[in-house]
């Protein structure tokens, strides 16, 4: 069975960082994708970032440069480092892996597979 548990989330002032990271467990399948999307207060999900299992990721155009997507395949561990955050990024933060490739970000939200989320607040 395959689950996936988010931590790291938390409240920080605008143009400071947080480390998100997600506990793999069940993923058996040869090629797969892992990402991140969020879902602010009142709107509709939004894919973040996503990375294949060859390593080659995907952002959401208004966190890159900002956020980094990475995983430690010897943890099953996946990680969402997120510099200078704004406002506009808080949201919940949920993991979310899958069976196959990404082309996109936007991949994230349609996983068979996710997290129950960690919130993240940024204050201004």
């Known amino acids: 069975q395959v689950q996936l548990v988010e931590s790291g989330g938390g409240s920080v002032q605008a143009g400071g960082s947080l480390r998100l990271s997600c506990a793999a467990s069940?993923?058996?399948?040869?090629?797969?994708?892992m990402g991140w999307f969020r879902q602010a207060p009142g709107k509709g999900r939004e894919g973040v970032a996503t990375?294949?299992?060859?390593?080659?990721?995907f952002y959401e155009e208004s966190v890159k440069g900002r956020f980094t997507i990475s995983e430690d395949n010897a943890k099953n561990t996946l990680y969402l480092q997120m510099n200078s955050l704004k406002p506009e990024d808080t949201a919940m933060y949920y993991c979310?892996?899958?069976?196959?490739?990404?082309?996109?970000?936007?991949?994230?939200?349609?996983?068979?597979?996710r997290g129950k989320g960690t919130l993240v607040t940024i204050s201004s």
């Open positions: 069940g993923l058996t399948h040869s090629y797969y994708c």
């Open positions: 990375i294949n299992s060859d390593g080659l990721t």
């Open positions: 979310a892996a899958g069976p196959g490739w990404c082309r996109s970000a936007r991949y994230s939200y349609n996983m068979v597979y």
